[in-house]
């Protein structure tokens, strides 16, 4: 296993087209987090899995977005009617979680992102 | 809810020389871990170093080194003997120890080195 993977990396889209990214984790990782990066800003927390239940999702997070992990593996981002606004480099991370909660110390491992452009 | 901040857009240091990066934090909660992670340009984003908020004692990755001040909400990243490899954005994060344990990230600071 050679980490997380996101495909595709880049993604040129016009003005009100759906595009789709996949994220595939580190293959024994149960927490699966979407985070968005615009240029010269950290990246922002959008949503996370548990397995394969999303747990939570960000205000940043609008109707035209939304995600999925079916089976607790990949996930998937879809964002629809896209906008020049959602032009930004998206990243996927993993990570294991074990317990129910408290001090888990565990690391999150990104991805390389997916940029997308909205022309 | 938390914020970061990163107060140096950029920074620029000497090969072998020391650099230090500045980061402060706010919140109200008593246990997180904060953390500093590298991205190189068009690559993945990977971790330097992390501290947990109850630890007293300054975490240290070869290089690099912390300095955390709990009361001040300050969390500084020290790169000693800096190599032409670590020239990257800097991202100083916080996460809760519970919860969704997202990472709440600051604008970045790009170093750059100089040989």
């Known amino acids: 296993d050679t980490g997380v993977s996101q495909d595709p990396r880049h993604k040129i889209t016009k003005r009100g087209q759906n595009v789709t990214f996949r994220c595939d984790p580190i293959?024994?990782?149960?927490?699966l987090y979407w985070y968005r990066q615009t240029l010269g800003q950290g990246p922002e927390f959008l949503t996370y899995?548990?397995?394969?239940?999303?747990?939570?999702k960000s205000r940043l997070l609008s109707d035209r977005f939304s995600a999925e992990r079916p089976k607790g593996s990949f996930s998937t981002l879809e964002i629809q009617r896209t906008e020049q606004g959602d032009s930004a480099m998206y990243l996927c991370a993993s990570s294991l979680i074990l317990g129910t909660g408290g001090f888990t110390n565990t690391e999150a491992f990104f991805g390389q992102g997916t940029r997308l452009t909205v022309v | 809810a938390q914020t970061v901040t990163q107060s140096q857009p950029e920074m620029s240091v000497q090969e072998a020389e020391t650099v230090t990066l500045s980061c402060t934090y706010d919140?109200?909660?008593?246990?997180?871990?904060l953390f500093w992670y590298k991205q190189p340009p068009s690559r993945q984003m990977i971790l330097v170093i992390r501290q947990e908020a109850y630890k007293q004692q300054n975490a240290t990755e070869n290089r690099f080194s912390v300095n955390f001040q709990k009361a001040a909400k300050s969390f500084s990243l020290k790169i000693s003997d800096s190599q032409l490899g670590d020239a990257a954005m800097y991202f100083c994060?916080?996460?809760?120890?519970?919860?969704?344990?997202?990472?709440?990230f600051g604008k970045g600071t790009k170093l750059t080195v100089n040989p």
């Open positions: 994060a916080y996460r809760s120890a519970y919860g969704s344990e997202k990472l709440v």
């Open positions: 919140t109200s909660e008593s246990d997180y871990y």
């Open positions: 293959s024994e990782h149960n927490r």
């Open positions: 899995f548990q397995n394969e239940a999303q747990l939570e």
